[in-house]
């Protein structure tokens, strides 16, 4: 089997990706895919090794993507947006054959990562390279498909693979939940980067087994979507919480706009209620919350659109999924208990890349994902999300670990410690904010320090310094100085006692 055969035996005439003022039909994808294979086989990527796609929204994306998987190579999709210091930690560990670049990805990283020691490509000379015709590789339920970085179920971030198998068995669990379920009638939008699992395979993913049209969004403007959904007929809209917070948001929006609309799907974070509650009244559209993780391939449970509409319920497992809600010795909790969430099935992803720590930390020898989120179930099996035994931070659905900060702030020379934490955030849910404790000045006074005193630190430097490592939404929203920071008897900082 290969999560790329799942455009085959759609109708070639039939629209599968709607971009800006031009479609690509299944056929026409079937065959940019195709000449993706051949181009990755003339240009020596063999079954197996890691090929990096740094891209915006656009059907090159897909097609890279597809023929990446196909070849039996592995995907890693990155985030164009990112640092080109976040992009070095990241193809460093993971060792690609080749980078792939596409639209202004290529002219804004290709030197940059050929100096880093890698081989960068751009899109076009792997399309366009030829070679002879390359059949879509028959790879096992359990080879390696897609690399995501994720901040995981605990520590630094790290490439999650996710196989064959997982991420088609998830799409097969999602299409097999009533009201959930995507159709070829539908029409789908990909607003969430596809670097992101929620984008990749939660809404690339569906709706290419599906087989009904997606229009892509390279760039997200809350009016222009709204008007985007009601020019193109959308049907099916799944995004993070802060889309449908920032579609709220938009003047003069009357809801005819998604008069289309038949499913609002929303994940990554938690649903506001007052946004969920304020969509209904002002759009006449409920938005239906999920529950999933990266190492989920990500969906774990969704409502029954044809029961009770609960903005703060998650749902039931999907089918083929099984939960079990868990106290700190592994024992279930009774029901309307609080719990860590443990799921198994065969979405599971299988382990972080060269890391066996992690992995065991995460899956026990039962086949048990730890999630670390805690929840409670009710009678009918229902979720409900109550808090995060971890200290990630979600910043408008994207993972943030505090540590991966905390690292680069100390980088700062004027650094001497930083703790950082999330805070509630109007319009991302939650942004970062961090605490530095400033260095010593030296005896002879450095340069924005005093003689035998400390480093005068400034807010928008430290931020500013952030940016050069760090993809926008992890670096600090807010930093404050402070002359100690709390800590355990053991020395440990108490992130969650600062400030």
């Known amino acids: 089997m290969n999560l790329a055969s799942i455009i085959e035996s759609h109708p070639p005439e039939a629209v599968a990706l709607r971009y800006a003022s031009s479609s690509t039909t299944f056929g026409q994808l079937r065959e940019r895919a195709a000449s993706v294979r051949r181009g990755l086989g003339a240009r020596g990527v063999r079954r197996g090794e890691r090929v990096a796609l740094v891209f915006p929204t656009t059907p090159d994306f897909v097609a890279a993507y597809l023929g990446v998987l196909g070849a039996g190579a592995v995907a890693v999709p990155l985030n164009p947006q990112s640092p080109i210091a976040e992009l070095e930690t990241e193809l460093a560990a993971v060792r690609p054959a080749m980078v792939l670049l596409g639209g202004a990805s290529l002219d804004q990283f290709s030197g940059q990562v050929v100096a880093l020691g890698h081989r960068a490509l751009g899109f076009g000379e792997v399309e366009d390279a030829g070679g002879p015709d390359v059949a879509i590789a028959d790879t096992g339920a359990d080879e390696p498909a897609a690399f995501l970085f994720t901040s995981g179920t605990a520590g630094t971030p790290k490439a999650a693979i996710l196989s064959h198998g997982s991420l088609l068995a998830n799409i097969e669990q999602v299409e097999l939940r009533i009201g959930l379920a995507v159709t070829a009638e539908d029409t789908g939008v990909l607003v969430v980067p596809p670097f992101h699992v929620l984008g990749l395979n939660a809404v690339l993913g569906v709706q290419l087994f599906a087989g009904g049209p ?16 009601g020019d193109e007929k959308v049907t099916v809209l799944a995004g993070v919480p802060q889309l449908f917070a920032a579609l709220l948001a938009v003047p003069g929006a009357s809801g005819e706009e998604l008069a289309t609309l038949r499913l609002a799907c929303s994940g990554a974070a938690p649903l506001q209620p007052e946004v969920a509650e304020g969509f209904l009244a002002r759009f006449g559209v409920r938005i239906w919350q999920g529950y999933g993780l990266t190492e989920a391939s990500p969906t774990v449970s969704f409502p029954d659109l044809a029961g009770e509409w609960r903005p703060d319920s998650v749902g039931t497992p999907l089918p083929g999924v099984e939960v079990r809600i868990v106290d700190a010795d592994g024992e279930e909790v009774e029901l309307g208990d609080p719990g ?5 099935g065969p979405n599971v992803f299988s382990g972080y890349f060269e890391n066996d720590a992690a992995t065991s930390a995460a899956v026990d020898r039962a086949g048990w994902l730890h999630t670390g989120d805690v929840a409670v179930m009710d ?20 993972n943030v670990f ?84 709390p800590r355990t008897p053991s020395g440990k900082v108490l992130r969650r006692a600062v400030g």
């Open 214 to 229: 997606l229009v892509l969004v390279e760039r997200f403007d809350p009016a222009g979507l709204l008007q985007t959904i």
């Open 340 to 344: 860590e969430i443990l799921v198994r």
């Open 379 to 398: 009678e009918d099996g229902s979720l409900t999300i109550v808090d995060r035994s971890k200290d990630l931070i979600i910043v408008s659905g994207f």
């Open 402 to 485: 505090p540590a991966e900060v905390e690292q680069v702030l100390r980088r700062h020379p004027g650094v001497a410690e930083a703790a950082v934490v999330g805070v509630p955030d109007a319009e991302q849910g939650e942004s970062v904010r961090a605490f530095v404790v400033p260095a010593p000045a030296s005896a002879g006074g450095e340069p924005g320090g005093e003689p035998g005193g400390e480093e005068v630190l400034e807010e928008a430097e430290i931020v500013e310094f952030c940016s050069r490592y760090l993809a926008r939404y992890k670096c600090p929203a807010s930093v404050s100085i402070v002359g100690e920071l």
